[in-house]
């Protein structure tokens, strides 16, 4: 079982900056891991933000896709997401996830298919 915890959330305005965190514990091989991001504002479905594989082969949604940049240190076993140029819209609940698959991390992305979830961070950007 992998435990995942996320941390970093907040308020912010427009075009400001925040870093979330994710700390993974539980599991000896997790940094071998897909791990990746999700968000879910009110009243819509979650989506996929972002992805990274064990080599740090990364993909992004087209909708943050140059704002947002994803990183992982196997070293801590910690996941991040460094998200700049916030607009309203990113105004959601983050959550980290990570599947013991190695590969097509940016497809399980897409299709939802990650088998541990955090309980996800607070981002708030004012206009």
């Known amino acids: 079982q992998v435990q995942l915890a996320e941390s970093g959330g907040g308020s912010v305005q427009a075009g400001g900056s925040l870093r979330l965190s994710c700390a993974a514990s539980?599991?000896?091989?997790?940094?071998?891991?897909?791990m990746a991001w999700f968000r879910q504002a009110p009243g819509k479905e979650r989506e996929g933000v972002a992805s990274?594989?064990?080599?740090?082969?990364?993909g992004y949604a087209n909708s943050v896709e140059g704002r947002f940049t994803i990183s992982r240190d196997n070293a801590k076993n910690t996941l991040y997401l460094q998200m700049n140029g916030l607009s309203p819209e990113d105004t959601a609940m983050y959550y980290c996830?990570?599947?013991?698959?190695?590969?097509?991390?940016?497809?399980?992305?897409?299709?939802?298919?990650?088998?541990?979830w955090g309980q996800g961070t607070q981002v708030t950007v004012s206009s």
């Open positions: 539980g599991y000896a091989y997790s940094n071998r891991f897909c």
């Open positions: 990274i594989d064990s080599g740090s082969m990364t």
């Open positions: 996830a990570a599947d013991p698959s190695s590969s097509a991390c940016y497809t399980r992305l897409l299709t939802m298919r990650y088998t541990y």
